[in-house]
C-alpha cells in the first residue's frame, strides 16, 4: 500500500530554490516578452509591415524572436521608452501649468465669488454692489471670458 501524501521534510531546500528560480525566470521571461511588443508598437520608424514581421517571428519562435529582437534592436529600446517618458512628464506639467494659471473655468469662478463674499463681509462692498459684481461673475463678463 503506497501512500501518495507529501508532507513539508519531503520537498527539500534545494527542489524549493530550483522552483522559486524557475517562477522568477518565468515572470522575467513575460516582462521582457511584453516589453519588446510595446517596443515594437511604440517605434514609429517601423513600417506597418515592420512591426508585422516582428510581431509574427515574436508569436510564432517566441524565445528566438525576443532575443533577436533585443540584439538588434535593443539599443534603442531604452531611447524609446525614455522619449515616452519625457514626453508623458511635460504633457502632465503643460496640464498642471494650464490648471495652475488660472484658466481652470469652474475655478475662476468660485475662486472670484469667494473674494467677493470676503470683500462683503469686511464691508468695503455693498450687498447691491456684490450682486452685481456676482452677476458679472457668473455671466462670464468678470473673468474674460464668453459664453
Known amino acids: 500500500m503506497s501512500s501518495a501524501t ?6 527539500p531546500l534545494l527542489g524549493a530554490f530550483w522552483t522559486m528560480l524557475l517562477l522568477f525566470l518565468w515572470v522575467t521571461w513575460f516582462v521582457l516578452l511584453f516589453r519588446v511588443v510595446v517596443d515594437i508598437f511604440r517605434d514609429d520608424s517601423l513600417s ?5 514581421g516582428w510581431m509574427v517571428f515574436v508569436i510564432v519562435l517566441p524565445f528566438l524572436g ?3 529582437y533585443v540584439v538588434a ?6 531611447r524609446r521608452e525614455i ?7 511635460q504633457a502632465f506639467d503643460s496640464y498642471i501649468r494650464e490648471t495652475a494659471s488660472g484658466h481652470g473655468g469652474q475655478a475662476d469662478t468660485v475662486g472670484e465669488l469667494h473674494r467677493l463674499s470676503e470683500i ?6 455693498t450687498d447691491e454692489e456684490f450682486d452685481r459684481a456676482k452677476e458679472l461673475v457668473l455671466s462670464g463678463h468678470g ?3 464668453t459664453r
Not at 83 to 89: L, P
Open 73 to 78: 534592436r535593443g539599443r534603442n529600446m531604452g
Open 143 to 145: 473673468t474674460g471670458q
Open 83 to 89: 522619449a515616452q517618458a519625457r514626453a508623458q512628464q
Open 6 to 11: 507529501y508532507l513539508a521534510y519531503d520537498y
Open 120 to 125: 462683503r463681509s469686511r464691508g468695503d462692498l
Open 48 to 52: 506597418g509591415w515592420a512591426k508585422t
Open 66 to 68: 525576443v532575443f533577436v
